[in-house]
């Protein structure tokens, strides 16, 4: 096997490489090569059977075909010297014809051989005449031979010597057929693989655009989106916050209308901040990216105080935040996204419970995982409000209290819980609560 390696690199070194000459020359330096070889043997051989002419004949076409080689392999020059080869080799057989016993000797098999090779090499505007021009010579050495038998002696010196010739032609002629077609099968199963791994490769380019295209649409919409989102919901809080601002100036109030205005006030500024807060965060995520510091994070360290803060909002509210917790968990994530998805998640429980409910946060190890649970008993939601509820495409509702979100809560905590490499989902129904689920990986 590593000599028949050997013998294969040797032959497209000399051939030429597929990057340096097309098939057709390639298949052209492999006639020269092959032409070469077979005169080389006939050289001896014609002159051991008693034919010393063909023989030297046979030498000096073995000169003139290496030289072709020589000019069309290392020197470019392949459209003269395919057709001086061509030429010679139809002159050549011509002249065997006639000093190697005519239809007694193989020069038809190796015309027929000489033709078919022509017809590998010479331009496709060329070879209806190379092929009249094969069949005209062999039609005029036959008659010729028929009408003229002095001119086409019969040059073997015995019978043996005939068969011989004869059986060697045919070898050559099988083995060159064989080269022939098996290099053709190989250039073209090559060629194939070659035209399938371009369309492959440019079916993959198309598909890739074709993603790129979607992503580019789907950036555009979310962009739009968050203009609309922008422009609606905001401008509501901030008219709200400058009509407060106009009847403190313009109007004359008692301790208590101030009191109360100012209060109102105060509450649609800190929701409007808040707002404010998550545009700025997601926005800031989907431009900049959001570099995620991940380690072992105590559920003590991290939530403990977002929790007792959520508790006395929910007070404010009349609401009861209750908690059940293993606050010796420990869970790996980001500290400061762990902490704004679950202020998020309570933050929303409590917008949508309505005075006197409830509200409870449980933390649970199950097996590798641990499960962050938010649950409240507020209004709920339906079935096709969720499944738009992690996106863009999710409508921001008022809260029990009139309270007016952003719309972006839920999709930052659905951001940052996979960038986390959790999970985040819901369970709910219309006027039975929600439940939101945080799995996060659980640390050693």
């Known amino acids: 096997m590593r000599l028949f390696g050997n013998i294969n690199r040797l032959w497209l070194t000399l051939t030429g490489s ?4 097309s098939l057709e020359i390639r298949i052209f330096h492999s006639l020269c090569l092959i032409s070469i070889l077979a005169l080389a043997y006939n050289v001896p051989f014609n002159y051991l059977i008693g034919l010393p002419f063909v023989s030297l004949l046979s030498l000096l076409t073995l000169i003139i075909f290496s030289a072709l080689y020589y000019l069309s392999r290392f020197r470019g020059s392949f459209k003269v010297t395919v057709t001086i080869f061509t030429v010679i080799g139809n002159l ?6 006639i000093y190697n016993s005519g239809t007694y000797g193989p020069t038809d098999l190796l015309m027929g051989l000489c033709i078919l090779l022509v017809l590998c090499v010479v331009p496709k505007n060329q070879q209806k005449f190379w092929i009249a021009l094969n069949m005209l010579i062999i039609v005029g050495l036959h008659l010729a031979e028929y009408y003229h038998p002095a001119w086409v002696p019969n040059t073997y010196v015995n019978r043996s010597s005939r068969y011989l010739d004869l059986t060697s032609a045919y070898v050559v002629v099988v083995i060159v057929l064989y080269y022939t077609v098996t290099y053709f099968r190989r250039n073209y199963d090559y060629e194939k693989r070659s035209a399938s791994d371009k369309a492959n490769a440019i079916e993959l380019q198309n598909h890739h655009i074709t993603q790129q295209n979607q992503e580019l649409a789907r950036i555009n919409s979310e962009k739009n989106k968050l203009m609309s989102i922008i422009a609606h919901d905001l401008r509501s809080p901030l008219s709200n916050i400058q ?7 313009e109007y004359e109030l008692d301790t208590a209308e101030r009191r109360m205005v100012e209060g109102d006030l105060l509450k649609v500024t800190r929701r409007t901040i808040d707002m404010l807060g998550k545009l700025l965060i997601w926005s800031k995520a989907q431009m900049d990216g959001v570099n995620v ?4 994070v105590n559920l003590r360290d991290a939530l403990f105080n977002t929790l007792e803060l959520e508790k006395a909002i929910a007070l404010k509210k009349n609401i009861s935040l209750t908690d059940e917790i ?12 762990l902490q704004l998805v679950i202020r998020n998640l309570i933050s929303n429980a409590i917008k949508f419970t309505a005075p006197g409910g409830q509200v409870s946060f449980k933390a649970k190890q199950i097996g590798g995982e641990c499960w962050l649970i938010v649950r409240d008993n507020g209004i709920g939601m339906s079935a096709e409000k969720q499944a738009e509820l992690f996106s863009l495409q999710a409508q921001s509702t008022f809260g029990t209290d009139n309270e007016k979100g952003v719309g972006l809560g839920l999709l930052l905590c659905k951001e940052f819980t996979e960038m986390q490499g959790g999970h985040i989902w819901v369970e709910s129904s219309p006027d039975h609560g929600a439940a939101f689920f945080v799995s996060m990986p659980a640390g050693s």
């Open 293 to 296: 510091k991940l380690g072992y």
């Open 243 to 249: 009509n407060y601002l106009e009847l403190v100036t």
């Open 18 to 21: 597929t990057t340096e000459f």
């Open 326 to 337: 293993d606050w010796d968990i420990r869970i790996v994530a980001d500290i400061d996204m």
């Open 92 to 97: 050549l057989f011509a002249t065997n014809f």
